[in-house]
């Protein structure tokens, strides 16, 4: 099973609706991130949770609300989704205690606003 | 606000042929990631480089890090097909808590 599971995979909406991305990991992580990547942008990050009590803005964060129901899951909203928030979406997780963290990343959700 | 550029965006080479990936970025930092993205696929974690000079091998591929210049490398050796794909590098900004990432390098390795 994979580690860090992101749902739905694909998601077409319409503009205005609002939409909830899923992100639940097994790897007993305390950080989570949400990032979107764009075509020739790479990715950005739009929020990210240090912990259950503890999330925090990222640059693109307007338009998005988050939620960490538990260390284990970390959500996304779009309140009322227009269609620039057509992107690939990611959740990634980290564990700042181990030496060579790096990040490790969820297979992503794709968005279509319409 | 730390900006992180590389170089080149596209990338076609040949089968067998060496080339090298460049990836600057603006402010300081002692942590850099480089990583990989097959086409509608997620992101696979290459190389953690923690320190100046720091170098590392996997493969056909080699990261380097020099802090002061600012500077990151990926070096590719020997191409094959199978490398075919995007990399990314990502620099951690010192206050530590989130990745900058580059616009990526998508490689096409040819026969």
């Known amino acids: 099973d994979a580690d860090v599971t992101q749902t739905p995979r694909n998601r077409i909406t319409k503009t205005g609706k609002r939409i909830m991305l899923e992100c639940s990991q097994t790897k007993g992580h305390d950080r989570m991130y949400w990032y979107r990547q764009d075509p020739g942008l790479g990715l950005r990050l739009i929020y990210y949770?240090?912990?259950?009590?503890?999330?925090n803005k990222g640059e693109i964060s307007d338009g998005y609300s988050v939620s960490r129901q538990a260390q284990a899951k970390f959500s996304l909203s779009l309140e009322s989704a227009i269609p620039n928030q057509t992107a690939l979406y990611f959740c990634a997780t980290s564990d700042p205690r181990r030496y060579q963290e790096t990040q490790y990343f969820g297979p992503g959700t794709r968005l279509l606003v319409l | 606000e730390l900006k992180v550029e590389q170089n080149p965006l596209f990338l076609s080479m040949q089968e067998g042929k060496n080339y090298t990936i460049y990836c600057n970025y603006s402010?300081?930092?002692?942590?850099l990631y480089w990583y990989r993205q097959d086409p509608g696929k997620s992101l696979e974690s290459l190389f953690v480089l923690l320190s100046n000079g720091a170098v590392k091998q996997e493969g056909r591929l080699m990261a380097s890090l020099d802090t002061k210049a600012r500077l990151s490398t990926l070096h590719i050796t020997a191409a094959v097909h199978d490398l075919s794909a995007t990399y990314f590098c990502?620099?951690?900004?010192?206050?530590?808590?989130?990745?900058?990432f580059g616009k990526g390098t998508s490689l096409l390795v040819t026969p």
């Open positions: 990502a620099v951690e900004e010192n206050s530590g808590y989130a990745l900058n």
């Open positions: 949770s240090f912990d259950v009590k503890d999330i």
């Open positions: 402010t300081t930092s002692d942590r």
